[in-house]
């Protein structure tokens, strides 16, 4: 009845405490809204990308084709399939009058595929098309609604419309040899044009088999006809796949992710084998493979990612509205100690106190609870709004998601928040003294801590004691710090702050019983704080260089720890800090009274002061460290700039230049301006044909070797002396043409690796491995290492499973990757060594042996010869910038081969092999000697010259405009160039960062709010129980200008002291992502204006109404107050 | 509104307060309306002890807010020292409560978060002199009322004696011309009362301060030199108290 009344009398508390819980209700709601939304998200592109298709069961030899043939044995292999179809697909140029894609997909399908795959509608009038009569020419297609848009053409476009395209022809001429008199093959090889019609657009958003395609669709056999042209050796019987869906409607109702693993799985294990010719070996005929069960994978890694990011930030703000909820309930206490003390003293027992105030948590937290999903239902909607324009695409449906969970979740939620952080303030009520509590005598601090605390101490000492001894000793594997030399390890400061964190914590509260608590609680303070500060300023970057291991996980423990250390210190000394500001302030004219006045109030309420602060600090700590990302990335972009060397910007054809006696692109792109000072020609390649795609990650001779795991798709480009040297002949003459740097060297050169390389020292290093890369005679040992990024491309592990931050090419030069690590000997014990290439893959460590398949043998196998990886082009500098296929440069959608990346093979080694360099290859990817496709451009301008667009531009015109420039040189319109400068990609890197830390601030800048409210929470209450006080000060001659001031500077001061402490936080735990990227921390004083101005406008406008009502009050009216 | 340098010299007729139709009522116009005064007509002279005594509820407290301007009249003249206060703003008001009236409650209303120093010094903080001297004055005036061992004690780890008399020193502190107690030893038992009262009779002779003190009790009133009675929110009779004047003189 107590815990009624009081609700219902107590309004203005009571609202602020349901307040407090809806805020935290809103954001967990928000969060898991975000999260759900956002795996709505990759499931709703999932279905637009793979519709009905389940799996893929392709030739087991990735390249090779299927025939029709194979249907049957397909389908006996997938009894329970609701639909098996044969599928064609390749790329094609597409040119609609003078919109150009230079890889439009391009697919085949048969005009009677079965029900389960869906329909095709119409675009316009959402009609279900017929296939059979439409595509009934074989120069007809049906165009996707998407591909459509790309080519700019809209829903009322007239049809048929033409489109231009370009097929190989391949023929073979056969001639007489005069003398010999046998007869010369030599087999001939043209571009042919061909007309197609489109006769429909297809909407490629709707439901059915239309969504699975992006590109155009050719009637099966029509594809087949086309693409044989280029091998008249093979039959025209070819398809690239089968599809199988095992049910229809996954629109409707997704597949079941476990069932469709098992079916994947037990169709692999019944598919037969048979002997490989070439290896002598037996292999399985048909390779399987799942879409859309790799793109749950994908999504459940990425949702857990973005969870994990999201839970971290969130919990973090979480408890800064669990410190504004306990602090609500602490006032209420502390608001009713006189009450309490009456009830007890008229025989309400503590069980009934506690019982009372935990049922008023309970009606706080079920309404709180219910307003909070409210809350965050218009949360998670904000979040996906922005998430729609994050992405920019529009493709992706972004709806919120609001799950039965999240709902029940959310009064779950309220109602334990409030309980919890209600149960000690209640205990505290329940257990006041009652004389005490009627004379209103408060708790002192500064008394030694009962045998209890001590007690627990000393069980957290232990803990910490056997975290401490886990590693090392339970867990031997793990680097401990007192049997290894320097703290410079990940794991070693992991448990250190985890460790010390428990064990120094115990002993505050062991040595509190034998000493001032204030003084025991400092030492632990100051070691709480001190540890992960150590590891942001000092320690990340200096002495530990292996920052591969670094962790959300180290990250969260990090900040915790020095925001809890920081707080508790500050909290500690708090009367020291507010004896000294009421020093100052009683010297100052005009508020000496206010200075009397407020800083006592701070240091009289260290509890309610402290919550006050620390939901500032920490949320200012997170603001601040989000707030320096920006800033300081730049700087560690801008170091891009510096190290492209005079190249302001890229050029890329979409196909390589066309030979032209007496000329070439880069001699035309001199004349186009003469401000051009210097073109640099590459060949990059990334066929999509053949065996030419895939280089071996094991001998393709070996029992080991497995064509479904070994073989990675990956493009290959060729560098030459005179592209990276120029007239240079070694490293050490200074006049290299361009600066590619590597931040991974051939074991020949890592030998003088320094462990904190300047840019020169790395410049030089780079060089003197160019020099290797160009020795014919230079071959270096292959070593025992492997990519756990690679096991997971090849299958080998889960996406899931991977951990982060284990990527293959170390991120940093001061570790040498190699150190410790066995070179591989043969079986005779000798060295196995390599001619060596580089490489910008993500995926492919130094020291890694591989495969490329070089020709085709008589039996029309590829040929493989062995390299090693030898170097890895720096992707944050010159280098893998800006040539990195990984970048996604280039013309059109890069493809998967280009986003694994590229392999650089040596000239002398380019020019060896059939489908690079021109050899005597007639193949579609075979080229001339100087026939490059992308091009580093120099110029007289600085980098940032807007005038470089300009010159950008005039090469695309002369590339692009049909018939005219570069078009009519080549007589062929299929030539598309896109340039990219320097400079906007550090613009562009800067946007894409904006956006992502945009998205985090939407979460910091939540708890920003929460501070706001805790604050305006705070303020009201300070001033509703301090009427009596604030009676007093006008009786004794306070102004009310005064009163106000000194509501207003209590809620100033305790902002600032929370800004203070979230500033430097914050700038500790950004020096330590500074420290890792070796660049400069930036101090973001813009927006740490802002908070100062945002902390200020808050207590003023929270603290002003309140307190000017309150200096309203008559005297006499509000000494009469009794709380 | 200047203080006057030779308290002894002045002449003790001279009024330092006069109320005149004073008038309050609670709730106005509401159906709750209370009449707490009703025509108040009083005239203090300076240097004068004066009791105000009568039942609960009859308006004594309310007598005294409204001389103390700690509530706002509903009308009537109050002239304090030959300043008519109802022309003062009320930050004029303020600064004239700080320099010319001291208060003491019966619940004492220190700051519960300030040492007795502390407190004592914050009125003449608010005047604008200087901490340290305003230190040095508030140590002095608490040593003068027995309390020099008490200096840095907040009010919870002071008796209720002991906190009367730090509010004591800060009503004296700003050497004020009329002291107001509102029940003043109330809350304290009769030793302690007996004490206050003594300390009061103390400062009035030798201070010429004029005291107004509201009591129910018949013997803390007949150490003050006239007794007021209210009855109902009148004044009903002023009893004169010969017998206090006399051992005043002596």
Redesign the interface.
């Known amino acids: 009845m107590i815990a009624w009344r009081s609700l219902s009398r107590r309004k203005t508390k009571n609202l602020s405490a349901v307040l407090a819980v809806t805020l935290g209700v809103t954001l967990l709601v928000g969060i898991q809204i975000t999260t759900d939304t956002l795996g709505n998200a990759f499931l709703t592109s999932l279905l637009q990308s793979e519709g009905e298709v389940d799996l893929r069961v392709t030739n087991s030899t990735r390249g090779g084709y299927l025939g029709t043939a194979d249907q049957e044995s397909i389908e006996e292999l997938v009894p329970d399939a609701v639909g098996v179809m044969p599928e064609l697909s390749t790329q094609i140029p597409a040119l609609v009058s003078s919109q150009f894609d230079p890889k439009m997909e391009a697919a085949g399908v048969p005009v009677d595929y079965p029900d389960a795959f869906g329909k095709f509608y119409n675009w316009k009038t959402g009609e279900q098309m017929d296939i059979k009569i439409l595509l009934e020419a074989n120069k007809s297609i049906l165009l996707s609604s998407k591909q459509a848009e790309k080519l700019d053409l809209n829903q009322d476009t007239t049809l048929p419309l033409s489109l231009d395209t370009e097929f190989t022809n391949l023929t073979i001429a056969v001639t007489i040899n005069a003398t010999s008199g046998l007869p010369i093959i030599t087999p001939v090889q043209e571009l042919l044009t061909v007309e197609l019609q489109i006769v429909g657009f297809f909407d490629s958003k709707r439901p059915g088999i239309g969504s699975q395609y992006s590109g155009a669709i050719f009637r099966l056999e029509h594809l087949q006809e086309w693409i044989s042209l280029q091998d008249p050796m093979r039959e025209t019987d070819i398809v690239s796949a089968f599809l199988v869906a095992y049910k229809t409607d996954h629109f409707a109702l997704e597949i079941d992710e476990d069932y469709l693993r098992t079916k994947v799985e037990l169709l692999e294990e019944t598919i037969p084998e048979e002997v490989n010719p070439q290896t002598s070996k037996t292999q399985k005929i048909y390779q399987v493979t799942s879409t859309r069960l790799d793109f749950f994978g994908f999504a459940a890694f990425f949702i857990t990612i973005m969870g994990t990011i999201l839970t971290s930030l969130g919990f973090l703000i979480m408890l800064t509205g669990v410190l504004l909820i306990t602090n609500v309930q602490l006032m209420s206490v502390e608001d009713r100690e006189f009450q309490t003390g009456v009830l007890r003293a008229v025989g309400s027992s503590r069980g009934g106190v506690f019982q009372s105030m935990i049922i008023e948590n309970l009606f706080q937290g079920i309404i709180g609870g219910v307003l909070g999903l409210f809350g965050g239902l218009a949360f998670g909607q904000a979040v996906a709004l922005y998430l729609v324009a994050l992405f920019g695409t529009g493709e992706l449906s972004v709806q919120p998601v609001v799950s039965q969970e999240a709902v029940i979740l959310s009064v779950i939620i309220g109602v334990v928040l409030s309980i919890v952080t209600g149960i000690l303030p209640a205990l505290r009520a329940s257990r006041v003294n009652v004389v005490e509590a009627l004379r209103g005598i408060k708790v002192k601090f500064k008394e030694k801590s009962s045998r209890n605390l001590a007690a627990f101490g000393v069980l957290i000492i232990i803990v910490g004691l056997v975290l401490l001894l886990y590693n090392g000793v339970f867990e031997e594997t793990h680097q401990v710090f007192w049997s290894s030399e320097g703290w410079d390890s990940l794991e070693e400061w992991r448990m250190l702050m985890m460790g010390f964190g428990f064990f120094i914590g115990g002993l505050g509260l062991v040595l509190s019983r034998f000493m001032d608590r204030v003084k025991a609680f400092n030492i632990t303070a100051i070691t709480l704080w001190a540890f992960p500060s150590i590891l942001f300023v000092v320690a990340l970057g200096n002495w530990v260089t292996d920052i591969t291991g670094f962790s959300t996980e180290i990250l969260i423990l990090g900040i915790i720890e020095i925001v809890i250390g920081s707080i508790m210190f500050v909290a500690l000394n708090l009367p020291i800090i507010m004896r000294g500001l009421r020093n100052v302030l009683i010297k100052i004219r005009g508020v000496k009274g206010v200075g009397q006045i407020s800083p006592a109030l701070i240091s009289s309420h260290i509890t309610r002061s402290t919550l006050t602060f620390a939901i500032f600090a920490i949320i200012l700590t997170l603001n601040v460290l989000v707030a320096t990302l920006i800033p300081t990335n730049l700087g560690a972009v801008t170091q891009i700039e510096e190290d492209s060397k005079g190249v302001d910007f890229a050029v890329f054809l979409s196909k390589p230049e066309a030979i032209i006696p007496g000329t070439s692109f880069s001699d035309e792109l001199y004349k186009i301006d003469d401000r051009i000072a210097d073109v640099i020609g590459f060949k990059t390649f990334q066929p999509n044909l053949d065996f030419a795609k895939f280089i071996a990650l094991e001998d393709p001779l070996s029992s080991e070797f497995d064509s479904s795991t070994d073989l990675l798709p990956i493009g290959t480009g060729e560098f030459k002396p005179g592209q990276i040297r120029g007239n240079a002949s070694d490293y050490s003459n200074p006049n290299w043409r361009y600066a590619f740097y590597l931040d991974g060297f051939p074991d020949g050169v890592r030998e003088s690796l320094v462990s904190d390389p300047s840019d020169d020292d790395l410049l030089d290093l780079s060089k003197k491995a160019w020099d290797q890369f160009f020795d014919p005679k230079y071959n270096m040992a292959v070593y025992n290492v492997s990519s756990a990024l690679l096991a997971v491309f090849t299958g080998e592990i889960e996406l899931s499973d991977l951990e982060l931050g284990s990527a293959g090419p170390g991120v940093t030069l001061a570790v040498d990757p190699l150190e410790g690590v066995e070179p591989l000997r043969d079986v005779s014990g000798n060295l196995v060594e390599n001619p060596i290439v580089f490489t910008d893959s993500f995926l492919l460590p130094v020291g890694l042996q591989i495969w490329i398949p070089m020709n085709t043998s008589s039996l029309g196998f590829p040929v493989y010869q062995a390299f090693t990886i030898g170097g890895s082009l720096d992707s944050q500098r010159a280098g893998g910038f800006p040539l990195g296929a990984g970048l996604g440069f280039g013309g059109g959608e890069p493809d998967f081969s280009a986003i694994l990346g590229t392999l650089y093979l040596p000239e002398h080694w380019a020019v060896k092999t059939n489908f690079l360099g021109e050899a005597n290859g007639q193949t579609l990817t075979s080229r001339g000697k100087d026939q490059y496709d992308s091009f580093l451009i120099k110029t007289n301008l600085p980098i940032d010259d807007p005038q470089l667009e300009g010159i950008a531009q005039a090469i695309e015109e002369f590339t692009n405009t049909n018939d005219e420039g570069y078009r009519l040189l080549t007589t062929d319109n299929f030539f598309l160039a896109s340039s990219v400068l320097i400079y906007s990609r550090i613009q562009s890197t800067l946007e894409m960062m904006d956006r992502i830390t945009s998205f985090l601030q939407i979460y910091v800048t939540f708890g920003l709010a929460i501070g706001a409210v805790g604050m305006g929470v705070i303020s009201v209450r300070n001033v509703s129980e301090r009427k009596r006080e604030i009676g007093m000060m006008r009786a004794i001659g306070f102004p009310r200008s005064q009163v106000i001031l000194s509501v207003l500077l209590e809620l100033v001061v305790l902002g600032i002291i929370g800004l203070l402490i979230g500033v430097i936080n914050g700038l500790l735990v950004s020096m330590g992502f500074a420290n890792m990227q070796n660049t400069a921390l930036v101090i973001p004083w813009e927006e740490l204006g802002l908070y100062l101005s945002f902390i200020v406008l808050i207590a003023l406008g929270s603290g002003s109404i309140p307190a000017l009502a309150a200096s309203r009050i008559p005297p006499a009216e509000a000494l009469r107050y009794v709380g | 509104m200047k203080k006057t340098k030779n308290k002894k010299d002045q002449a003790p007729q001279k009024p330092i307060l006069t109320i005149s139709k004073l008038h309050k009522r609670y709730n106005e116009g509401k159906p709750n309306e209370v009449h707490a005064l009703q025509g108040v007509e009083l005239t203090v002279r300076k240097g004068d002890m004066m009791a105000i005594m009568g039942s609960s509820g009859c308006g004594k407290t309310t007598l005294l ?1 409204m001389i ?1 301007h ?3 009249r509903s009308s009537g003249e109050i002239i304090i020292d030959g300043v008519d206060t109802s022309t003062l703003s ?2 004029q008001m ?2 004239f ?3 010319n009236i001291g ?1 003491i ?1 019966q619940l004492f ?6 040492t007795a120093v ?1 407190d004592v ?3 003449l ?4 002199i200087n ?1 340290g001297l305003a230190r040095e004055q508030a140590k002095m005036m608490l040593r003068e009322l027995g309390m020099g061992d008490r200096l840095y004690h907040l009010p ?1 780890e002071l008796s209720g004696g002991q906190q009367q008399r730090v509010a004591v020193a ?1 009503a004296l502190i ?1 050497q004020p011309a009329i002291i107001l107690g509102d029940e003043p030893t109330g809350d304290l038992d009769s030793t302690t009362s007996s004490d206050i009262m003594d300390l009061f009779r103390r400062i009035n002779k030798t201070n010429q301060q004029t005291l107004v003190l509201v009591t129910h009790n018949r013997w803390i009133a007949e150490k003050c030199d006239y007794i007021v009675h209210m009855t109902d929110g009148k004044i009903s009779r002023i009893e004169d108290n010969p017998l206090a004047k006399e051992e005043k003189k002596r």
């Open positions: 807010n103390g700690l509530d706002r009320d930050g303020t600064a409560r700080r320099d208060f409650f209303n220190l700051f519960p978060f300030l502390e010094e914050t009125p903080l608010l005047r604008g901490s919870t800060r700003n």
